[in-house]
Structure formats: structure tokens, C-alpha cells
């Protein structure tokens, strides 16, 4: 029988298939072989082949490849979407870049990137659906927004999404390894001690609330995540970091900051939203709580994407500039700074 195992590695938004043909194997062609095995239509595996998806004894082969016994198949799919009912919805969106296979959105904060448990409209996926309504493969619903990766609520930024099959399985092949360039950009409580570095840990969720992450010691109970950091500016009791991400696991950021000792400013889930360093000060109290109001979510923002495009295969890189909550904060430290000896 078939060995068949879904890799944990970026299990969000990927699955990786690991399949062994029997010693009794006719030769068969091996989009035929997968969509008996998988959960998958050819369509979706004919695609995955051409973006060099599926590998036998890790050489990319192409769909009408005919296996033989013992060979062994792998293959890297992007993650199938939810089985929830996607409705258009006529919602705002900062399209920084478009063609016909990918759309690049500067999503702002509070916004959630795809329909889940409690969200069900004004998503990221929904505004999509709307801005893609005259596209014959959208409007017929056979096609939906294809999501190669996503950042959190609260978090703005940079995001990339296919337009059609080929171009997710692509792009999902990049992310899957780690090809991609990716920079954020978040304000961190306390000064560090290393201007930069490398925060390693596995990252899986919590053992006492499910809606958190943790990082803990062991592979068995995470999974592999790597931030490089380096400290932009020291404002205080707060520091502007730069973050680049080698792999992205839900919450890597936030969750890596807090198990190092600095939380992202106003981050709730991470302990981010108490005065964590400063003063007693009645004054500093105020003037923390002041910018709190003005960045009611935590303080990250995706702010450079780079990859290179499934079809014309030129590398791509876009920047936004920091949101206006964001900025507003990073002044208003930088003047309490200047006014002020911090020890």
C-alpha cells in the first residue's frame, strides 16, 4: 500500500504529499496515479506539474510522466480553500499591482484575509471576488482568489494573490521554499542589547489557548521558525525593528518578540498592551495610553514583497510605506525621546 504523509511545513496555506508506487506498479501516467490518491482534481495537478511541483525521486517531472514501482512521488499543493460560501462584497482595495495572472494589495489593518470561523464577510477574498466579477473564470465561481500567504488581522501590508492555477502553484512553490524576500517592519517594547539577530524557535499553538501561539524546544511540539531582526531605531523604551522572515508560521513575529522579551507595542495576544517599559509617571502613563488610541492594534506592518513572477519569471520586488496609525506613534516617541533623558 501507498506511504502517504502531509508534511507540517507551512501547514496553513500548503500540503505536501509523499507517495511510494507499489513494487506491482504498471506504468501509468502520473497525473492519472495522483488523482486516485489525493484530494485533488487533474486540473489541479496537471497545474501543480507544469509550476515543477511534483518531483519522483526528487526530480521535477512533467504530468504525463509514467511511473514506475518503488518510485518515489512527492508533491507541493497549494492549500484548497475553506468550503464556505464566497460572496463579492464592494469593499475598498490598494491595488499596487496587476496583470493577468497576479494582483499585489496593500491590505490595511483590520482587515481578515480570508472567510474562517466568525468572519464570514469583508474579507480580503471577498473584495477580491468583487474586483475580479468581470473575469469569466471568477464570475462563474469555477475560480477563486488563490492565496499563497496571509498576515494577521491587525497586521497591514503586502500581500500576493494568484489569478489563476498556474500561477498560485508557482508562487506557492516559492513560499514553499523560502525563496520569497519578505520585510516587516514593527515597534517592539525595550531597547535591545543586540542591534541585530536571529530569534529561532518552534512555533505551534498554545496548550492552554488554541487562539495564541508558543514557542517551544522541540520540533514535536512546533514547527522550525527563523526572524532576523535589526534595529532601525532606538526610541526609548521602544525600538523601530526591521524583521525578515526565513519562514512564515502564524504569528511568527509576534510570538518570536514576546519569547525574547520584547513584545510588540500594543499587541494584545503577546502581552504587548501593558506598559511594559518606562516610568511610573502619571505623565507617561498618559502619553502610552494616548498612543495606544492612536494604534489600536499591534505595531507591524509587511512593508517590502519580493518574488519572482510565474510567468515572465522576472523577480519583483514592491515596498509600501508605513500606515499613517503607525507613523503617527513612531513621531510621537521619537518627540517624547528628544524632550528627554532615557536612561
Request: charged fraction near 30%; charge should be neutral; include cysteine.
Amino acid at each position: 500500500m501507498s506511504e502517504q504523509q502531509q508534511n507540517n511545513e507551512e501547514q496553513e496555506l500548503y500540503e505536501h504529499y509523499r507517495l511510494i508506487a507499489d513494487d506491482g506498479q504498471k506504468p501509468l501516467r502520473i497525473d492519472k496515479f495522483l488523482v486516485n490518491r489525493i484530494d485533488a482534481s487533474r486540473n489541479k495537478i496537471q497545474s501543480a506539474a507544469e509550476a515543477g511541483n511534483i518531483l519522483v525521486d526528487n526530480k521535477p517531472v512533467k504530468s504525463n510522466y509514467k511511473i514506475k514501482p518503488g518510485e518515489v512521488i512527492s508533491i507541493v499543493l497549494a492549500y484548497p480553500p475553506r468550503e464556505i460560501e464566497l460572496i463579492p462584497q464592494d469593499i475598498p482595495l490598494d491595488i499596487v499591482y496587476e496583470d493577468d495572472d497576479l494582483v499585489v494589495v496593500n491590505k490595511k489593518a483590520g482587515m481578515v484575509v480570508h472567510p474562517g470561523y466568525g468572519h464570514y464577510s469583508g474579507t480580503l477574498v471577498n473584495a477580491l471576488l468583487h474586483h475580479f466579477k468581470d473575469l469569466p473564470r471568477f464570475s462563474s465561481g469555477e475560480q477563486r482568489p488563490g492565496l499563497v500567504h496571509r498576515i494577521d488581522k491587525n497586521t497591514s501590508g503586502l500581500l500576493v494573490v494568484a489569478k489563476n492555477e498556474v500561477a498560485m502553484n508557482h508562487l506557492a512553490k516559492q513560499f514553499y521554499d523560502k525563496t520569497t524576500h519578505r520585510l516587516y517592519v514593527a515597534m517592539a517594547w525595550g531597547r535591545f542589547r543586540e542591534k541585530e539577530g536571529t530569534i529561532e524557535g518552534y512555533v505551534g499553538r498554545s496548550k492552554k489557548n488554541r487562539k495564541v501561539m508558543q514557542v517551544y524546544s522541540e520540533d514535536e511540539q512546533g514547527k522550525h521558525a527563523v526572524t532576523h531582526y535589526r534595529v532601525l531605531e532606538d526610541l526609548g523604551y521602544v525600538s523601530l525593528v526591521e524583521c525578515r522572515l526565513e519562514t512564515g508560521r502564524t504569528h511568527q513575529i509576534r510570538i518570536h518578540f514576546k519569547h525574547i522579551g520584547h513584545p510588540l507595542f500594543n499587541d494584545p495576544e503577546y502581552g504587548g498592551d501593558k506598559i511594559l517599559k518606562g516610568t511610573l509617571f502619571t505623565k507617561y502613563k498618559q502619553f502610552v495610553k494616548n498612543c495606544f488610541d492612536a494604534l489600536p492594534r499591534q505595531a507591524l506592518h509587511a512593508k517590502t514583497l519580493g518574488f519572482v513572477h510565474p510567468a515572465t519569471k522576472e523577480y519583483m520586488d514592491f515596498d509600501s510605506p508605513i500606515p499613517q496609525d503607525m507613523q503617527t506613534v513612531i513621531e510621537k516617541w521619537r518627540s517624547y525621546t528628544s524632550d528627554r533623558e532615557i536612561e
